[in-house]
T-cell receptor, first 114, second 115 residues
């Protein structure tokens, strides 16, 4: 069965520092991969997605992610974190099933120090 | 219009009440979803509607009853809930359900408290 792991439950970085959030997936076929961000009490906003082509994907808010098939990873990066980036980040994989079914990772909470 | 709206934002109900959550989108999406999210956890899929037909029901208790009156609207009818049903209920939608690479667009959620 497909699964998504995010090894880091909570990460704290200083404002202006670089950021990398890890995501690993387990899925037999070509995965469709997504990163979402959720501010407290809010819905989820898509940051970026990968489904084919260039393995380095650019998203909104200065985020990017790199798909590495050999490592089954889709890590999210940002070169310089802003205080407003503090939120919960979810990696997700889409199961190739009619009716579409996302499998979310457990999430990584990002705190940003001033 | 590129958003999913949900009403109400907050709902407090007793265990004997009947209430409904409403979700609306006008993006022409043909798949709509209900998720339940507990604090500090990822969203858990409850139901999926594809072309206004229920296509996935993730073994949700019958006290939750979904309804899709048309392609823009999705309701979740609640009856005889338990305190452990208190959570953030998220609605989402996406283009053609058969295209798994389509992202889901999420609403802001309804915060439900069951007393």
């Amino acid at each position: 069965a497909q699964s998504v792991t995010q090894p880091d439950i909570h990460i704290t970085v200083s404002e202006g520092a670089s950021l990398e959030l890890r995501c690993n997936y387990s899925y037999g076929a070509t995965p469709y991969l997504f990163w979402y961000v959720q501010s407290p009490g809010q819905g989820l906003q898509l940051l970026l997605k990968y489904f084919s082509g260039d393995t380095l994907v650019q998203g909104i808010k200065g985020f990017e992610a790199e798909f590495k098939r050999s490592q089954s990873s889709f890590n999210l990066r940002k070169p310089s974190v802003h205080w407003s980036d503090a939120a919960e980040y979810f990696c997700a994989v889409a199961v190739d099933n009619y009716g579409q079914n996302f499998v979310f990772g457990p999430g990584t909470r990002l705190s940003v120090l001033p | 219009d590129t958003e999913v709206t949900q009403t109400p934002k907050h709902l407090v109900m007793g265990m004997t009440n009947k209430k409904s959550l409403k979700c609306e989108q006008h993006m022409g999406h043909r798949a709509m979803y209900w998720y339940k999210q507990k604090a500090k956890k990822p969203p858990e899929l409850m139901f999926v509607y594809s072309y206004e037909k229920l296509s996935i029901n993730e073994s949700v208790p019958s006290r939750f009853s979904p309804e899709c009156p048309n392609s823009s609207l999705l309701n979740l009818h609640l009856h005889a809930l338990q305190p452990e049903d208190s959570a953030l209920y998220l609605c989402a939608s996406s283009h053609e359900p058969e295209r798994s690479y389509n992202e889901q667009f999420f609403g802001p959620g309804t915060r439900l408290t069951v007393l």
